[in-house]
């Protein structure tokens, strides 16, 4: 079994990941985002999830180490992504903003979708998120956005005039526990294709970083995806 550290293990994603390790990964050390940070040189995969205002002490932890690091935390501004960029020079990078399987399939429908019908449907995307969540859209939506050209119109409100085509319309809600909704919508005239997918258990993203960290290990130094893992 790969040996593993978990980082960001204080917090509820943390704490699955470790959970779900258990008998798949030999699970080295574990570190609240406030530890010491010395990393046993034994350990081949760092598995993160944590914020992107504990990137530093994440830099801190993997610095002078060639482990490989997986990591699940949202919310990413530019210069966490140059940080995942400069790790993946050195070192295999894995980075998902969603560790479901189940996501990836959407996205790939979503594309399916979206070449056949073409500019003849109109695009809209609704997400839902617990009422704690702070990055908005979401870090899913914003990766799904990505695969769809088009003017990105955030939430409307007030007389915002006819629908202009080729726009896309981007929604968030928040309230309540909800894990996770993802909604895509086609909608043409006559009819409407919709490709949702939700996430009943958090756990799923603790299997998918489980399944990335036996994936990543061993792999040459660059950044990785679910494109890499599933096809």
Known sequence: ????????????????????????????????????LILNPLVEVVVDFSLPSAWKNLNTLIAGSDAALVSGTTGLGEDERGMLEKWAAKRPVFYSSNM???????????ETASGMLGDSFDREL???????????????????LNKWDGEKVYGRHGNTGERESGTVGVHAVRGGDVIGEHHLYFLGEGERLTISHIATDRKVFAL????????????????????????
């Not at 609704?126 to 799904?144: Q, R, V």
């Not at 970083?209 to 096809?231: C, H, N, S, T």
């Open 208 to 231: 998918g970083a489980v399944r990335a960290a036996q994936f990543i290990a061993g792999k040459p130094p660059g950044l990785y995806g679910m494109e890499d893992m599933l096809g």
């Open 126 to 144: 609704i997400e839902f998120h617990h009422g704690k969540k702070k990055d908005s859209p979401s870090g899913t939506a914003l990766s799904l």
């Open 1 to 36: 079994m790969r040996r593993v550290a978990i980082f960001g293990a204080d917090g509820r994603m943390g704490r699955l990941a470790a959970e779900e390790a258990s008998g798949r990964l030999d699970l080295v050390q574990t570190f609240d985002t406030g530890d010491e």
């Open 100 to 110: 479901s399987v189940g996501i990836h399939v959407l996205g790939k429908l979503m």
